[in-house]
């Protein structure tokens, strides 16, 4: 049975849950532009996502676009200001790292445009379902800037260094069918189909698996990333530990 | 330079008319060459952007949206017919468009 969702509303995000799943929804006139790098306060964040246990969240983009990207016209706005823009980067960074660590399956699911700030945000999900027309780019190259909420990080950890070079330096669009070949998502679906795949790719994943389970899966692995080896192994066997408890079977 | 043949302009035409059609929630036969993208369609620069990568895919064509950018900085495409018209020099010209100067 699917539960009513009931919708919250900050700045320019909505959120909702649809069976234990989130949907953060950016919706900012039609091309839902980031007007700061922490388009969501973290700590409201972090109230909602804390509201209910979920398997998972979905970041999406009200309307026919994901997100267009930064607003550029605040950026200049703020050039001489370079204190306030470095401090607006760290605090988007900080976002960004949540949600990429989060213990739970994230998902973007893009549709129409997913360009600069709206590809970081794409790129923070463990996962990335694309509509048919879909375009990625990280364009910030050709108005003599670059990527900067970890744009330079996480692209090349995700597709390669070669590529993402390649990717970031011509500042060139890239559609669903070759993001799909290079790895930048996952699958492509039909158009308007973006959202509904992202929360069957959860509904899938989590099948038949506890909460617990997957965060502690996510949180291992999460960990394996961030920290040495040892450190990372040493984690599995104590959440390892804890889940046998829940083990399946006689 | 790839030929502009009639039937192509007939394809880019219509499929340049389903799109709007489609992205803007339009019956087909209440668009016309004349229907403005922003004022009556309440559309923006972002369609156009997806217009041009469907075009882009269909016919394989080598196209940098920087250089359409540079060429519909000189001349914009602001109805139904101007972008159908962009369309067809895009087909001629891909990223040579950009050294057309202003078209009148």
Known sequence: MISQPKERKHG????????QIGVLTIDNGSQNKIPQPDFIELNLLKEWLAMQELKGLVIVGQ???FSAGADVDNIKANRNKLS???YALECGKELLNYIEALPMITVAAISGACFGGGLEIALSCQFRIAAENSMLAFPESNIGIMPGLAGTIRLPRIIGRRKALEIIISGRTISAEEALEIGLIDEVVSNKQHLAAAIQLIERLTDNRSIQQIKYILRSINTSIANNETAAMKNEGEMFVKLVKNLKGD | MAKLTQEIKEELKGLIFE???????????SLENETNIIDDLDGDSL???????????????NIQLQSIGKY????????IGQVIETSYLIYEHENEIVNLGHIA
């Open chain 2, 19 to 29: 799109f709007f059609a489609e992205e803007c929630g339009q019956e087909i036969d």
């Open chain 1, 84 to 86: 306030y823009l470095e």
């Open chain 1, 63 to 65: 309307g026919r676009h």
């Open chain 2, 47 to 61: 369609l156009f952007v997806e217009l041009i990568e469907l075009i882009k895919k269909k016919y394989s064509l």
């Open chain 1, 12 to 19: 320019i995000v909505t959120f909702t849950t649809i069976n």
């Open chain 2, 72 to 79: 519909l900085l000189k001349n914009p495409a602001e109805t």
